[in-house]
């Protein structure tokens, strides 16, 4: 059920802001963090770095590094 109401978040907000901005990101954070919950590594990497390469294009260089620091320590779990 979180995956779906995460993926149904990002589906609203994707079309309303587009797909460079900061509320993107942190859902993807949150889809990550489902996925990673549930043993889908790869998937929570994906959602993960696509959140970094979000941030850092918009000029979040602070928040993106902070993400980068998180996901290289292992500690993904407290990104949101």
Not at 5 to 18: R, S, T, V, W
Not at 35 to 51: D, L, P, Q, T, W
């Amino acid at each position: 059920i979180a995956e779906q109401e995460c993926k149904k978040a990002y589906d609203i907000l994707l079309p309303q802001i587009g797909e460079n901005h900061k509320d993107l990101a942190i859902a993807l954070g949150f889809l990550g963090n489902v996925y990673r919950h549930s043993g889908e590594e790869e998937k929570a990497m994906g959602c993960y770095n696509r959140a970094v390469d979000i941030l850092d294009g918009i000029n979040m260089n602070k928040m993106a590094n902070n993400m980068r620091k998180v996901i290289a320590s292992g500690e993904i779990g407290y990104l949101s």
